[in-house]
């Protein structure tokens, strides 16, 4: 167990008052349900005068909450650039013909001599005139033809352009895919709408284009493609030939792009890293998740070749967009755990798996999993608009029969400063090794710590909060993971409370489709994340929280965090039942930090075991610890 230290004199505990508990065996039935009534009733008392205390302060708070802008959905197309333009004159276009995209868009759009032939319009009359309005999801574009096609096309590749589609190709042009559906009269202006992008099988987008005159274009796709002959991906061996045109951040020149990595979580693994992995594509293998579980973007660096499975190092980039969904879904002022446990895991085994552990017996179905890990936070960080970079290092690997094994190291920054480090383990397994495994307690049925003691409950009404526009600091959408928790005041392994939750799992969650491809199953992290949201509701409801002002929650700084999985949820597995056993609340100046130990179950096992998982509320410029 970590223990938390403070500048001068320790802080003491505050464990949560607990209600008195009656013997079960003893009690009467109608007195035990009235002890559980009375008990549920000054619960939500409590919780309601919390939080109406809270929204108050929140109010009357002097320092406004910073505004949140507009949230991209899940599985929106992430743009590989971004830019403050949103409007094009004559003369920009124009530049856009000639080439210099980075002088219209800005500098991360340079290429420096890469793709010297993609050009807006490629040898045709240009029939924009200017582009009103332009976002990564459509423009608004003034024209000058009678020709609806070609005016569509070329709003498109502006599109393409802005959307950065030609930065993972080192040598390409636009290709019309589809040539779309035309009718009606052109007139001098038209709007394009994005109905889909993506960088499989080649950098596309999909438009309609709707024209004052009352013409529109349908089914049309434009695409970014390489001159025939020009290298896309690594060669046999994982050696990269040339420069595949993607920068890093600062201008580096990048190893593998999000091209590739969009190749290697649903596309054709053969691109990705090279063509002993072809035989990969279509199957079910070894990928990173997809959509908006895809939390690496680029490879920078790596010092290690293929089939030396240790001491291999390597850098990845990941960019955390300002508007990205997940920051419009947490209950969190900061990045949600669950993307630092993803961003930082899916970096370190990614190069782990280039490396080719399972080449050695090719024919066999393997899946990644993985085991377990440590991480901690170190300093607290704003990371919207900000590139991760991150340093990773493959420790070991360990060959057995019908699985492998990866141990990594790995160490994230942002503005050059350390934020969060951590070490993992991984295993690639057979079906017939996933389909034996006995979960944390060798195969035996372990009950709940309810089960064993049973209590009087109170239950937090989750699902009810969130139905409520209004409600701060719960989590919402794709990360509504639970719809209520039972408490036990001073109940739990160390008397200072336990949570108790189960939910039904649904085949057709979000998540089953992202994670992985023809391989679904819940995310690790996303278990835990859910564990942290029953602390968070509990932390709301505690009383612990009334003097705060402007408060928000975050990872906490400093707390070492242990996780064990022994096990996966499938869609098939019809519920997920988690607990939490209470073990430290301390406070300081405008702070309250909460860790817990906790477990989850599939029906008959227990398969993940979570070790000093804290969270935190604070004020808004509260002093570090």
């Not at 919780?47 to 109010?59: G, I, N, P, S």
């Not at 085994?349 to 017996?361: A, E, F, H, Q």
């Not at 505690?542 to 869609?571: M, N």
């Amino acid at each position: 167990m970590t223990t938390l230290e403070f500048a001068g004199d320790p802080l003491p505990l505050l464990p949560t008052a607990p209600a008195p508990r009656p013997e079960p065996a003893a009690a009467t039935p109608g007195a035990s349900l009235r002890d559980t009534v009375a008990q549920a009733h000054v619960s939500a008392l409590r919780a309601q005068a919390a939080l109406q205390a809270l929204m108050l302060r929140t109010r009357t708070a002097t320092a406004p909450r910073s505004t949140t802008p507009a949230v991209a959905e899940e599985g929106a197309f992430k743009p590989l650039a971004h830019t403050p333009v949103t409007t094009l004159t004559a003369a920009q276009l124009v530049r856009l013909v000639a080439g210099d995209i980075a002088g219209v868009f800005g500098p991360a759009y340079d290429q420096g001599e890469a793709n010297p032939d993609l050009r807006l319009a490629a040898g045709k009359p240009l029939v924009l005139t200017g582009v009103d309005h332009l976002t990564r999801t459509g423009l608004t574009a003034t024209c000058d033809t009678a020709d609806l096609v070609e005016a569509a096309v070329q709003a498109a590749q502006v599109l393409a352009l802005r959307l950065g589609l030609h930065l993972c190709l080192p040598d390409a042009t636009f290709v019309q895919q589809h040539s779309g559906h035309a009718e009606g009269v052109a007139g001098g202006g038209l709007e394009l709408t994005v109905v889909s992008a993506g960088l499989v099988p080649r950098p596309h987008v999909k438009v309609e284009a709707a024209f004052r005159g009352g013409g529109r274009v349908s089914d049309l796709v434009v695409a970014v493609h390489e001159k025939p002959g020009t290298p896309i991906g690594p060669e046999r061996g994982g050696t990269v030939p040339v420069w595949l045109g993607r920068q890093g951040a600062t201008g580096e020149r990048a190893m593998l792009s999000e091209f590739h990595l969009a190749h290697l979580a649903h596309g054709d693994q053969g691109i990705a890293f090279g063509p002993e992995f072809a035989h990969y594509t279509g199957t079910k293998a070894t990928r990173l998740p997809n959509g908006g579980l895809l939390l690496v973007d680029r490879v920078l660096h790596l010092r290690g070749r293929r089939g030396e499975l240790e001491g291999a190092t390597y850098e990845t980039e990941y960019d955390s967009p300002a508007d990205s969904w997940y920051y419009g879904d947490t209950a969190n002022e900061s990045m949600p755990n669950f993307v630092y446990m993803e961003t930082s895991l899916q970096a370190a085994l990614l190069m782990g798996y280039y490396l080719g552990p399972t080449l050695s017996t090719p024919d066999a179905t393997m899946s990644l999993r993985n085991l377990g890990g440590t991480a901690t936070v170190l300093r607290e960080v704003d990371l919207r608009g900000k590139t991760i970079r991150q340093r990773s290092e493959l420790v070991s690997t360990t060959i057995l029969p019908g699985s492998s094994l990866q141990s990594f190291r790995y160490v994230l920054s942002c503005d050059g400063e350390p934020f969060y480090q951590g070490e993992t383990l991984f295993g690639y397994f057979s079906d017939e090794a996933l389909a034996n495994q006995t979960g944390l307690d060798a195969g035996r049925s372990v009950p709940t710590w309810l089960a064993e003691n049973p209590a009087p409950v109170r239950r937090l009404d989750i699902a009810a909060r969130r139905a409520d526009p209004g409600a701060r600091l719960v989590a919402r959408n794709k990360l509504a993971l639970l719809d209520h928790v039972d408490v036990v005041d001073g109940g739990g392994r160390h008397a200072q409370g336990y949570l108790h939750s189960v939910r039904r799992i649904d085949p057709d969650e979000w998540f089953f489709a992202r994670h992985f491809h023809l391989d679904p199953v819940i995310p690790g992290s996303l278990g835990v994340e859910s564990v942290i949201h029953a602390l968070q509701e509990w932390l709301l409801d505690s009383g612990l929280v009334g003097d705060l002002r402007d408060p928000g929650f975050i990872v906490p700084v400093g707390a070492e965090f242990t996780w064990k999985y022994r096990g996966q949820f499938l869609p098939t597995d019809g519920e997920t039942r988690l607990e939490a056993h209470i073990k430290d609340v301390r406070r300081g100046p405008g702070r309250v930090r909460v860790t817990a130990d906790a477990s989850l179950w599939k029906p008959g096992l227990r398969i993940y075991e979570l070790t000093d998982l804290a969270v935190e509320l604070r004020e808004r410029g509260a002093q570090p610890w």
